[in-house]
């Protein structure tokens, strides 16, 4: 069968349905599975068969929905994940423990840095951040012996910067290590990174994978190109035996579905952080039109960078979809586009303008969220960002006057006609 595209799998990948079985993926809202013998699902227990045994380790709603995105993703195998967090640090805790090192760009997710850069320190897991606009020579300078990952996102959250993947997956694989690739912003419906070097993808599926304000949840598609046997000192809980599962040893019973074998059978079963199959179910609503709603997100972020950046009262837009963005090139290159509907911009008067500004908007309400069908809108200085001081604020490149707004799947001229009666406020 010829390679379906993107649309035809938002729509049907991961369920088949046969003769006269439910259209839709049914929602298995059942904690546990029945058995015959105790035989049978002991073969389930040593990995040695396939099945459900427990919701805390598979679910086949789950299972169903998390094959559809690693068909968009074009990756081997996938999972769910109760959350973005869960899914980032399962990412990076399935190949690192205590005195491992990660590599990852400072230009991330401020729960992604917190989790990488407080807890997993806590942990023993050592870090350090490199510029994602660093040249080869920094980034290779910044891995060690204890190097076991790198860690980026296609397109930041909030800063908006664009990782150049196949530069950070040279650097990995020059060092016999992975590139973990956090597509969120983009989805694969913008940028496919294992297309360009990425070995695994995660993602806050909360964003626009679900695009309704819904349910909050996360993925990991594993490429199943990275070698973990020809790096088998790096990776030993991929590469010897695991003796809580009769030695087993995944890179060599389960191939290129080692790295979600391994991240399901330990890490499910030791913190948990299913997915509900319920939150699954609406999961997989939101993927049914996600190729549907992108270009919309897309259409309309550049349609209000581009009004922003002409307007008097608006100091500076980031958008990598607009020319003068510094981004630009390396988002046309990996997405052809600004690749989502989240634009930042800063406006003159600092955090009273923005708050005056924001409290006028009629159409964008004021959300801790982004990715969503209505459009929303934040000032991290007066919420996400509220301890820093105005100097703090600057030197984390974040000026008081910042707004980022998430365009939603409204009418680019009704936002427009919205954003700028709210700045007509600001003198
Ligand atoms: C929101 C977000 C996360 C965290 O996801 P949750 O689903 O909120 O846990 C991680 N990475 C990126 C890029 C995000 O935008």
Redesign the pocket.
């Known amino acids: 069968m010829s390679e379906r595209g993107l649309g035809t799998k938002c729509v049907q990948a991961g369920y088949t349905p046969g003769n006269g079985e439910p259209r839709q993926i049914p929602v298995i809202q059942s904690t546990t599975f029945k058995y015959n013998t105790s035989e049978d699902m002991g073969k389930l227990f040593d990995l040695e068969a396939s099945g459900y045994f427990y919701t805390r380790l598979q679910n086949p709603t789950n299972d169903h929905v998390a094959a559809k995105i690693t068909e968009l993703e074009g990756g081997a195998a996938g999972m769910l994940t109760s959350?973005?967090?869960?899914?980032?640090f399962f990412a990076l805790f399935n190949i690192c423990e205590c005195g491992s090192h990660i590599v990852s760009s400072s230009s991330?997710?401020g729960?992604?840095f917190n989790l990488i850069d407080v807890t997993m320190r806590k942990m023993g897991i050592d870090v350090t951040f490199v510029s994602p606009d660093c040249t080869e020579e920094e980034l290779n300078a910044a891995f060690k012996d204890n190097t076991r990952a790198v860690f980026g996102?296609t397109i930041?959250?909030p800063a908006l910067t664009v990782l150049d993947i196949e530069k950070f997956a040279r650097a990995a694989h020059a060092h016999g290590v992975p590139l973990i690739v956090?597509n969120?912003?983009p989805t694969p419906v913008g940028c496919r990174p294992i297309e360009w070097g990425a070995d695994i993808v995660?993602?806050?599926?909360?964003?626009y994978m679900d695009g309704h304000g819904v349910a909050?949840?996360?993925a990991i598609v594993d490429s199943g190109n990275f070698d973990w046997m020809a790096h088998k000192d790096k990776f030993p809980g991929l590469t010897t035996p695991d003796e809580s599962y009769h030695g087993i040893t995944y890179a060599e019973k389960f191939g290129k579905g080692a790295f979600i074998t391994k991240a399901t059978a330990q890490l499910m079963r030791d913190f948990g952080s299913i997915q509900s199959p319920q939150n699954a179910f609406y999961l997989n609503l939101g993927l049914e039109s996600l190729h549907v709603r992108m270009p919309r997100h897309v259409e309309n972020g550049q349609a209000v960078a581009e009004f922003l950046e002409k307007h008097p009262k608006v100091k500076k837009v980031n958008y990598p979809g607009l020319k003068s963005d510094p981004y630009y090139e390396t988002a046309q290159k990996y997405m052809g586009h600004g690749g989502c509907g989240v634009v930042s911009f800063e406006l003159e008067g600092g955090r009273a303008a923005a708050e005056l500004f924001m409290k006028n908007l009629k159409l964008a309400a004021i959300e801790t969220h982004?990715?969503d069908a209505r459009t929303c809108c934040l000032n991290p200085a007066s919420s996400t960002h509220r301890q820093m001081s105005d100097e703090q604020l600057a030197a984390a490149g974040i000026p008081a006057g910042l707004v980022r707004m998430s365009c939603g799947l409204e009418d680019s001229a009704d936002l427009i006609a919205d954003i700028s009666q709210a700045l007509d406020f600001l003198k």
């Open positions: 959350s973005g967090q869960a899914a980032n991330i997710y729960g992604t996102e930041a959250n956090d969120t912003f995660t993602h806050s599926t909360t964003k909050v949840g996360g982004v990715a």
